[in-house]
């Protein structure tokens, strides 16, 4: 866009995010902390993600942030996998460690 869109706000983009996530999320029955992915099950119905303790979360659509570390050490496993070319995209990155760049 030609236009400048720098935010002023002093509370930063995190209050538009928070302010537009009150108008669906209910923290208490939709946000887990310290829980550990370990499948994600999509179809044409939705998504079901499962954690370490067995717990199953159903859902319409999903997000998944995960890092590059994650998705490359498959410590997540997707069902069905992921395309062939994603999985060569995120193969393809490297992480490099902030120790092992010139200064």
Known sequence: ??????????????????DEAKTFLDPEE???????VTTIHTSEHGVTVVLEDGTALVADYALCTFSLGVLQHDDVR???????????????MAMVSKDLVPL
Not at 31 to 36: F, K, S
Not at 78 to 91: C, D, G, N, R, S
């Open 1 to 18: 866009s030609p236009s400048n869109l720098l935010s002023t706000d002093q509370r930063g983009f995190k209050t538009l995010i928070l």
């Open 30 to 36: 939709q946000v887990r902390l310290n829980a550990t």
């Open 78 to 92: 997707f069902v069905p996998p992921l395309p062939a070319w994603k999985q060569e995209a995120i193969h393809s």
